[in-house]
């Protein structure tokens, strides 16, 4: 039996399922009547396309992928906390480094989910609410796709390494809605650097959409950043930076403890 398995049947008498799913049903309905709505109000120009609702996407997990994440992260690490089972499996050979991994695995894959789930939710409304296809959807979807993955990963990393820091599980979620208030407004504050520098940030650091601003001034569609795959990639990057801190930062609090 591998550890990630171990790791798995830790959760099999928890709510962390029917969590996991609470988040994306919730997320996924806020999205699509942000969708809904800007597809009723909308007249000729960037509202109307698909890229829409990739557009409010990326708004929406700035906003609230950090609490949400938060949440998770604290159901993750609370399990070995409230049961011991982290000292059981040290006692089994598994080291702090590896026991973070492992952890920080599950949980990306968990938030992937949420975030994921919100995307297609918000695609499927969008054609269904009669946006049309763009070439700026063609050209940002994929980039948007790599930038979730990448900020899914550093979020996860970081609000793991919170949760084990932090004996209350709160503790992390006010970080994470601190964290993404602040990332949600870098672009008024013109502070771009900001957002690159938090985990929270790499979606509108990276994003592959020209600030709102100059979106809806008679355009008849979205207007790109000059190379959004590259963007996407630096942010992956950045993200994997992050990923190293925090499972060094974890792994060495737990040796000194």
Not at 76 to 91: L, T
Not at 184 to 194: G, R, S
Not at 236 to 246: P, R
């Amino acid at each position: 039996m591998t550890a990630f398995t171990l790791e798995i049947r830790k959760y099999q008498n928890s709510r962390l399922s029917y969590v996991v799913l609470g988040l994306a049903g919730f997320l996924s309905l806020w999205l699509a009547i942000l969708v809904i709505i800007g597809a009723a109000r909308a007249v000729p120009g960037p509202q109307t396309t698909l890229t829409m609702a990739l557009y409010n996407f990326i708004g929406l997990i700035t906003l609230l992928m950090g609490p949400a994440v938060a949440i998770l992260a604290g159901r993750v690490a609370g399990v070995d906390q409230e049961e011991r089972m982290g000292q059981f499996y040290r006692a089994l050979g598994q080291s702090p480094l590896q026991q973070f991994l492992i952890k920080l695995t599950l949980l990306t894959i968990l938030a992937g989910f949420v975030n994921f789930s919100m995307l297609l939710v918000g695609i499927t409304v969008g054609a269904h609410a009669g946006l049309g296809g763009a070439p700026s959807y063609g050209a940002s979807c994929w980039p948007v796709v790599a930038l979730t993955l990448a900020a899914t990963l550093a979020v996860s990393a970081v609000q793991l390494a919170l949760a084990n820091i932090f004996d209350q599980p709160s503790a992390g979620v006010v970080v994470g809605i601190a964290g993404s208030l602040v990332a949600t407004f870098t672009p008024f504050l013109n502070i771009p650097a900001l957002a690159w520098a938090l985990p929270w940030g790499l979606t509108t650091a990276a994003t592959p959409y020209l600030p709102e601003a100059r979106q809806f001034e008679g355009n008849s569609d979205f207007l790109l950043v000059r190379n959004p795959g590259l963007l996407a990639g630096i942010a992956l990057i950045v993200a994997i930076i992050w990923t190293a801190i925090a499972a060094w930062f974890t792994a060495h609090l737990e040796e000194k403890s």
